[in-house]
């Protein structure tokens, strides 16, 4: 296993280059199994997780080939086969194929994901959403089977709390359903208005993109398409709240300013300069300013609010401000984890429920020590505490970083940070 070091308290300078977003790359993968016909997708990130989905699509017949960042799909011969615990343990997401593989199959069995590291993370959504469709759903075993005699049916689903992949989990089975879909209170991330182009571009007939209400009026065939996937919004987030806690400045390109309402708008409230333009963001923070840097409460909320996969990262600059804040986690239950790691760093945090009450101590207030990664976004928010903190950090368990991070390492570097990997 491998660990990452970091020898902080550098101001970050340069220019840094984000890659397509994870989470709209995942489910687009999935897509390509709705439809027989090589897909191609540009600006695919090369991660763990793009790896993973790419190779249960080859589990399920597809083949496909990477050159760069554009991956070349056919799915023309999907095959029905068991997607296992082993896979789906690893990647939650793997219960994306379910959709499209009852819209192209008409059957499909699925391990049932445990609970993970944020939260319990249930898929009832999902289940009873196809269950209107008219798909018959056993769970047994851990599995859910999901099968359907004929054509799937057209309904009315509502969500009582908007679900990113329960939103394209349905959204990917209705579009070959017979007759009309109506998705109420449906997620509005970007990453589902991505992967609406991409249905469009197949074939599918959907109306209401980035509402809360989606109708699809169901199409009988689907072609492959051409699609591009966004930049990845917490990829950029990440970074521009690194450099805000280290200070410096620095420029994110190929990025999508307008993903990022609640963000940009916080991080301006802290004192840090933002200046955005056509497709990248400028952030500066001089001494002086990170000296001030204010205190501001953020509450995660779904898209357009503030996004819970940032929440870590900003509480770890919260812990260099000047005063006390407050950051309430709404959407898992358990998505502290980072707290205590921070805490061994030298940051005052308590946390009450779902709230957790922060005391900046300034810009020195982080020193360098060993801690745990525990998931994707708490390990961004180890590396963004140790970039701002004095002296060595150094962080096990890195692998849920390279699920998420494309290269960090390097862009980190390209900053000027002393960032560099170690076996554990
Ligand atoms: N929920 C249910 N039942 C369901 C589905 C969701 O109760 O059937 C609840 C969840 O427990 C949670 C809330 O609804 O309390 C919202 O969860 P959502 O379904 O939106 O989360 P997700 O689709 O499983 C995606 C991202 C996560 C991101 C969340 C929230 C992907 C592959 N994953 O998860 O990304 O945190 O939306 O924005 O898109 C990450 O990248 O680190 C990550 C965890």
């Known amino acids: 296993m491998e660990k990452l070091i970091i020898e902080g308290g550098r101001?970050?300078?340069?220019?840094?280059?984000?890659?397509?977003?994870?989470?709209?790359?995942?489910?687009?993968?999935?897509?390509?199994?709705?439809?027989?016909?090589?897909?191609?997708?540009r600006n695919v990130p090369d991660l763990r997780d793009t790896r993973t989905i790419l190779s249960l699509l080859g589990e399920l017949g597809a083949t496909w080939r990477r050159e760069g960042a554009t991956?070349?799909?056919?799915?023309?011969?999907?095959?029905?086969?068991?997607?296992?615990?082993?896979?789906?343990?690893?990647?939650r997401a793997s219960v994306l194929v379910l959709g499209p593989l009852i819209a192209r199959l008409g059957r499909a069995k699925v391990s049932l994901?445990?609970?993970?590291?944020?939260?319990?993370?249930?898929?009832?959504?999902h289940?009873?959403?196809?269950e209107k469709f008219g798909v018959h759903c056993r769970l047994e075993k851990g599995y859910v089977e999901a099968v359907i005699e004929g054509r799937l049916q057209g309904a009315s689903i509502y969500f009582d709390i908007p679900s990113v992949t329960g939103t394209e989990n349905l959204l990917m089975a209705a579009?070959?359903?017979?007759?009309?879909?109506?998705?109420?209170?449906?997620?509005?991330?970007p990453e589902i208005g991505n992967l609406i182009d991409m249905l469009s571009h197949m074939g599918a007939d959907i109306e209401g993109r980035g509402s809360d209400q989606l109708t699809i009026h169901g199409v009988t065939r689907l072609h492959a398409a051409e699609t591009d996937i966004i930049p990845d919004r917490i990829e950029t987030g990440t970074y521009l709240i690194a450099v805000a806690a280290a200070g410096g400045e620095a420029t994110i390109t190929d990025c999508e300013p307008a993903h990022l309402p609640a963000l940009l708008d916080k991080?301006?409230?802290t004192g840090a300069r933002i200046v955005t333009a056509d497709r990248s963001i400028t952030v500066s923070v001089t001494p002086e300013w990170r000296k001030r840097l204010k205190s501001v409460d953020i509450k995660t909320m779904p898209y357009p609010g503030y996004p819970t996969d940032l929440q870590a990262q900003f509480m770890a600059l919260m812990t260099l401000s000047s005063s006390i804040c407050v950051i309430k986690e709404t959407i898992f239950e358990n998505r502290f984890m980072h707290v205590a790691e921070l805490?061994?760093?030298?940051?005052?945090?308590?946390?009450?429920?779902?709230?957790?009450?922060?005391t900046g101590r300034g810009p020195d207030g982080l020193s360098g020590a060993r801690?745990?990664?525990?998931?994707?976004?708490?390990?961004s928010s180890l590396v963004v505490a140790g970039l701002a903190a004095s002296g060595r950090t150094e962080i096990s368990r890195i692998y849920h970083l390279e699920r998420g991070y494309e290269n960090l390492v390097g862009k980190l570097s390209g900053l000027g940070a002393r960032i560099w990997k170690e076996r554990d």
Do not use: W
């Open 113 to 125: 994901p445990g609970g993970c590291a944020i939260g319990e993370r249930p898929i009832n959504f």
């Open 11 to 41: 101001p970050l300078y340069g220019k840094l280059s984000v890659s397509g977003a994870k989470n709209a790359a995942l489910p687009l993968l999935a897509a390509t199994l709705l439809a027989p016909g090589e897909h191609i997708l």
């Open 343 to 358: 805490r061994r760093m030298g940051a005052s945090i308590r946390t009450e429920g779902n709230n957790a009450v922060v």
């Open 127 to 130: 289940i009873s959403g196809f």
């Open 267 to 269: 991080l301006k409230e």
């Open 175 to 189: 579009v070959m359903a017979q007759g009309t879909t109506v998705i109420k209170n449906a997620a509005r991330e």
């Open 71 to 91: 991956c070349f799909i056919d799915s023309t011969n999907i095959v029905y086969a068991e997607v296992s615990y082993d896979l789906v343990k690893t990647m």
């Open 371 to 379: 801690v745990m990664a525990t998931d994707l976004r708490a390990s």
